[in-house]
C-alpha cells in the first residue's frame, strides 16, 4: 500500500505528501541536473515544474487563529455526526457499520466508544495540531521577513583558478604581469619624478606601456 498522497504530477516529476507526515512535501524528479555534496544537494528544476507545483502544496493553517472553544464545538459537531451516522449504518447496514468505524479513527478513536471520551481524543488531536501550525506559520513568517530586511542575496565570492580572489593583490599581481609584459617587449621599468614606474627606451626599440 503506498503512502503517498499525490498533489502534482507529469512524466517526469511527482510532488507528494507522505502520510502523517504534514511537515514536509516531497518532489522526485527524473532526468534533471544536480550537484550532491556533504550536507548540500543543488537540484535543477524546470521553470515550467517549478510554474506548475508552486501554488500547490501549501501548508494547512487552517487552526492557529482557534480557541479552545472552537476546537470544542467543530469536535462535538464531528463526533455527532459521526456516532449518528454509526447508529444508522448498525440498522440499516450492520455488514458496513464495523468498516465505516473506522473513519476518524485515529482521531476520535471507535465510533461505538463513548461521546465523552471520543470529544476527549478529538481535543488532544486538534490541540497538538494546532500548536504544529502554529509553529510552521512562526517559521514561514521568519523566513520571508528575513529575505526583506537582508535584502538580495550577494554572489559567492570563490577564488578563480588564476589567482587570488582578494582585491588587496590584485595591484601587486598587476605591477608583476606588467613587468613581465615590458621584459618580453624590450622595454625597460624606471622610476620617475612623481614615483610611478615608466617603461624607458631599451636599445633601439621604443615605446610605451600604460601602468
Known amino acids: 500500500m503506498s503512502t503517498k498522497a499525490t498533489i502534482a504530477y507529469g512524466d517526469n516529476f511527482h510532488l507528494y505528501h507522505e502520510v502523517a507526515d504534514d511537515n514536509h ?8 541536473e544536480f550537484e550532491a555534496s556533504h550536507g548540500r544537494v543543488m537540484i535543477s528544476i524546470p521553470i515550467s515544474i517549478w510554474e506548475t507545483i508552486r501554488p500547490l502544496g501549501g501548508a494547512r493553517l487552517e487552526l492557529v487563529n482557534h480557541m479552545d472553544e472552537d476546537l ?18 448498525l440498522r440499516e447496514n450492520p455488514d458496513r457499520a464495523g468498516l465505516a468505524s473506522l473513519c476518524g479513527l485515529l482521531v476520535y478513536g ?3 466508544d463513548p461521546r465523552e ?24 513568517k521568519e523566513l520571508r521577513e528575513a529575505q526583506h530586511s537582508e535584502g538580495p542575496a550577494q554572489p559567492r565570492r570563490t577564488k578563480s ?6 582585491p588587496a593583490a590584485r595591484p601587486f599581481l598587476t ?35 600604460p601602468l
Not at 76 to 87: K, L, P, S
Not at 117 to 140: C, D, F, N, P, W
Not at 161 to 166: E, N, Q, V
Not at 177 to 203: C, M, Y
Open 72 to 89: 470544542l464545538a467543530m469536535v462535538e459537531a464531528d463526533v455527532d455526526e459521526r456516532i449518528a451516522c454509526h447508529e444508522k449504518l
Open 25 to 32: 512535501v516531497y518532489l522526485e524528479l527524473e532526468a534533471t
Open 161 to 166: 583558478r588564476g589567482g587570488s580572489a582578494d
Open 110 to 112: 471507535g465510533a461505538d
Open 175 to 209: 605591477r608583476v604581469f606588467r613587468h613581465k609584459l615590458v621584459a618580453r617587449s624590450g622595454l625597460t621599468i624606471v622610476g620617475s619624478r612623481d614615483g610611478n614606474e615608466r617603461p624607458a627606451q631599451a636599445g633601439r626599440r621604443t615605446g610605451s606601456l
Open 117 to 140: 471520551e471520543q470529544i476527549k481524543s478529538g481535543m488532544e488531536h486538534y490541540r497538538h495540531e494546532r500548536e504544529r501550525q502554529r509553529t510552521v506559520l512562526a517559521a514561514i
